[in-house]
């Protein structure tokens, strides 16, 4: 399903990739986000797990990998919003699951759990290259409009 943007009675197709690259969110290019795909039902990205984002010892630290899953969830929202409207993070929990060291890179896949008019739930799995669950984050956006 493509994606589109209404504005009144018209709705235009979206291209979600050519939209983030063209517009990148500048803490997701600091943090090195890589979004691979993007449907207003899931977006997946990966991220390099770089010395600068971790902890003692050398593993992803807990923000950098909750700033993943948000930022992620922050672009799966913004493909759902109507023209005008944009959206905050309300709610967030991370359960942390295994650790995620320097040098290993991470995938992000964001999914819809509830998309509605004021809030969007979104939960975010990450795993490591191996496929082992590193986080699970589920969280809330609100719809802010115009």
Aim: aromatic share 4%; charged share 15%.
């Amino acid at each position: 399903m493509a994606a589109t943007k209404t504005t009144g009675d018209e709705s235009t197709p979206i291209d979600p990739l050519a939209t983030f690259a063209r517009n990148p969110m500048p803490f997701a290019t600091l943090l090195g986000i890589r979004i691979l795909s993007a449907t207003p039902e899931r977006v997946t990205a990966e991220m390099l797990v770089r010395d600068d984002m971790c902890t003692i010892p050398a593993i992803a630290h807990g923000g950098a990998i909750m700033a993943f899953a948000d930022t992620l969830g922050g672009c799966a929202t913004s493909l759902n919003l109507r023209d005008g409207s944009g959206t905050t993070t309300i709610e967030s929990k991370t359960n942390f699951l295994a650790p995620a060291p320097v040098g290993t890179t991470v995938t992000g896949e964001c999914m819809a759990i509830h998309r509605g008019k004021r809030t969007m739930v979104w939960q975010t799995r990450i795993t490591s290259a191996d496929g082992r669950l590193v986080a699970l984050v589920t969280q809330t956006q609100m719809v802010l409009t115009a």
